[in-house]
């Protein structure tokens, strides 16, 4: 054993934690992992996996309740039990448990310790009375609900995306606050579960940071299928009568509503309590701690990489992060994070993808040389077939056809826009997509078209083109 116990300790094993420990023994290195809680982190028992089982189940439930447009009539009248619904979600999240259990990383050779660790220098921790080592350590806390001061919530019960998995039943009625991703997802689920579902959203919009013109399409999706949306809108007071919630709130002016239980989805904070930072030398805000473009906080052989130090808390970018943030530690040629591909995408149904600039801020930065090309789904025959003809995609381009941004509304955007996204990270151009063999039917057709149809327009206008058709 050299100096240090370790080379590597990452502190948390969510998205981040893991696959930098991952890395650093592929380099050879060896690690130790501190979890405070479960194995997999946020993603994996709170946020990506237990909430994509539940949505999956409220679209199962709402294609049951809608069998009409397949032409299919039960034969009696139709009831559904959501009674299990919960117990389906934890199962689920058990089964990706159980591939990430200590085990497993010690097969790896990563060593796991269980308890919250706190730093007394910036190479050594204390977990579970041990005192650790490392040459370099990575902070991968990841956040945890931002739960706001909003008069009497804190003497109110009230459920986030870290508890509501834990409903044995599903509320009659429920209000949502916070009409981000976390929140619509959730909301539009428990509606098409038979909930009565109010969101409350402090912006003029669902979705704030989406294209305006997919987020209203969205919004007005989800309220023609039930879902009260009330924008413009917040909580000023909260409270507990007689076994419901009220909630005063204000639009103009004040209105009640009542309902049997209210979920808060406001927002992430950084995970940064109770690490003792200060004593490693590491500097951090409201918004997580400080870093470098190389993901290096204050302490030079520190780093830290996804939620907790932001800008985008998503597993797929915390996996990003941490391999760059591994490779900086390790590695002499360091490499800086690019957050001009980012993406993401809001799992609703239908999916609302993103993947760049929006049209708003496209035109805010390239004015009036901005293109946009939209292609409903209606037209593409997959989705004909699949009755899934609501959606849009919406390719957003600047000087010389060159990808700005592109948004899809629709079924499997999710899956669809990695076409744009390839294309855009390798910088080809829009117009020659098409040209790429592309399976039929499939829902490939919203991106291929709009990519022809684009590349004709571009071939009128050369100048060699124009003059053949003169000289014809």
């Known amino acids: 054993m050299g100096k240090y116990d370790y080379d590597l300790i990452t502190l948390g094993s969510g998205a981040a934690g893991f696959v930098a420990s991952k890395v650093a023994r592929g380099f050879g290195k060896t690690v130790a992992m501190v979890e405070k809680g479960k194995l997999g982190g946020e993603c994996t028992n709170f946020g990506c996996v237990p909430s994509k089982a539940f949505i999956r189940a409220a679209r199962v439930a709402h294609e049951m309740k809608n069998p009409g447009k ?9 009831s559904l039990n959501t009674d299990n619904v ?23 050779g990563i060593d ?18 041990k005192r650790l080592t490392a040459n370099k350590i990575i902070i991968s806390t990841g956040s945890s609900p931002l739960v706001p001061s909003i008069d009497g919530l804190d003497k109110t019960p009230y459920l986030t995306n870290n508890t509501v998995f834990s409903l044995d039943r599903l509320p009659r009625s429920l209000v949502v606050l916070g009409g981000g991703p976390i ?6 689920a428990f509606n098409r579960l038979d909930v009565e579902t109010t969101v409350v959203e402090m912006e003029e919009s669902i979705l704030p940071r989406e294209d305006r013109e997919l987020a209203t399409m969205l919004a007005d ?30 639009s103009g002016g004040k209105r009640e509503i009542v ?43 520190i780093y830290a990489c996804g939620d907790v130090t932001g800008p985008y808390q998503f597993a797929h970018m915390s996996e990003y992060q941490a391999v760059i943030a591994c490779r900086n530690a390790f ?11 980012v993406i993401w995408c809001t799992f609703t149904d239908p999916e609302l993808a993103h993947a760049g600039l929006t049209e708003e801020e496209a035109r805010a930065a390239h004015g009036d040389s901005v293109k946009v090309l939209r292609y409903e789904y209606g037209k593409a025959d997959r989705a004909r077939v699949d009755v899934e003809e609501f959606g849009i995609s919406k390719i957003i381009l600047g000087k010389g056809g ?54 004709g327009e571009t071939l009128g206008g050369n100048f060699f083109i124009k003059l053949l058709k003169k000289l014809i």
């Open 221 to 250: 999706r989800l309220r023609s299928e039930g879902l009260k949306i009330l924008t413009s809108t917040r909580a000023v007071k909260i409270s507990q009568v007689g076994g419901k919630i009220s909630l005063v709130l204000e």
């Open 331 to 341: 590695l002499p040629v360091k490499k800086r994070v690019d957050y001009a591909n």
């Open 183 to 188: 929140g619509i997802e959730l909301a539009s």
């Open 70 to 78: 397949f032409g299919l009539k039960p034969d009696a009248p139709f």
């Open 402 to 455: 060159k990808l700005l941004g592109a948004h899809i509304l629709g079924a499997h955007a999710s899956e669809v826009i990695h076409e744009v996204q390839l294309a855009k990270h390798f910088n080809i151009p829009f117009g020659r997509i098409w040209e790429a063999i592309h399976l039929y039917p499939s829902y490939s057709d919203v991106i291929r078209n709009p990519s022809k149809y684009y590349y």
């Open 86 to 108: 919960m117990s389906h979600v934890r199962s689920v999240v058990q089964k990706v448990y159980d591939s990430h259990l200590p085990e497993s990383f010690n097969a790896l």
């Open 259 to 301: 309902a049997e239980a209210i979920l808060v989805a406001l927002g992430r904070k950084p995970n940064t309590e109770g690490l003792d930072l200060e004593k490693a030398g590491v500097r951090y805000g409201t918004g997580g701690i400080t870093v470098n473009g190389m993901l290096q906080a204050s302490a030079d052989n």
């Open 112 to 129: 796991v310790h269980f308890g919250s660790p706190k730093f007394l220098d910036n190479h050594t921790i204390i977990v579970g009375g």
